[in-house]
């Protein structure tokens, strides 16, 4: 596995592939191709093509991890051990270039940080009414290492 400080992590993707293909890894190169379409796709979106920096690519990866584990658990309630099994393998595939989600006390800690610095942007200690300026605050903070629902959890647990 590479330094993803080396080069782009869609590079890093590619470079990857490759090497699965000649691994002759067909999970991991399935995947891998999966994630790089999902990629392609979300630069062709919109109005116009663009070329996605790596928060977006974060960001497409998270959500693609977040829809093979929201498939998994619907296979298993089905019965579908073997379906199941195949997405956990892909979403952990995935999750080897997401960053480490942050623990439930780095997450708490992010919680305090955005609720500290709105409080000295308004001037008083934000309450529910905030709740939205908070959690564009920290969800800027936690950069990606964890989701909205979790973010939002820590911060109305402690506002």
């Given at each position: 596995m590479s330094d993803s400080s080396e080069q782009p992590l869609k590079a890093r993707l590619r470079s990857d592939m490759t090497a699965a293909m000649k691994a002759k890894d067909t999970l991991r190169t399935a995947t891998l191709r999966m994630l790089i379409a999902a990629v392609q796709k979300e630069e062709v979106a919109g109005k116009e093509a663009r070329e996605l920096g790596d928060d977006e690519v974060l960001k497409v990866l998270a959500r693609e991890s977040k829809k093979r584990?929201?498939?998994?658990?619907?296979?298993?309630?089905?019965?579908?051990?073997?379906?199941?099994?195949?997405?956990?393998?892909?979403?952990?595939?995935?999750?080897?270039?997401?960053?480490?989600?942050?623990?439930?006390?780095?997450l708490a800690s992010v919680a305090d940080t955005a609720?500290?610095?709105?409080?000295?942007?308004?001037?008083?200690?934000?309450?529910?009414?905030?709740?939205?300026?908070?959690?564009?605050?920290?969800?800027?903070?936690?950069?990606?290492?964890?989701?909205?629902?979790?973010?939002?959890?820590?911060?109305?647990?402690?506002l």
């Open positions: 584990g929201e498939a998994a658990e619907i296979y298993t309630q089905n019965g579908r051990g073997e379906l199941a099994a195949q997405e956990h393998a892909e979403a952990q595939i995935i999750d080897e270039y997401l960053p480490t989600p942050l623990t439930e006390d780095e609720i500290a610095d709105v409080a000295e942007e308004i001037g008083e200690r934000p309450g529910q009414k905030q709740m939205g300026l908070v959690m564009k605050r920290a969800t800027a903070i936690a950069a990606g290492k964890a989701d909205g629902a979790r973010i939002s959890k820590a911060v109305r647990d402690r």
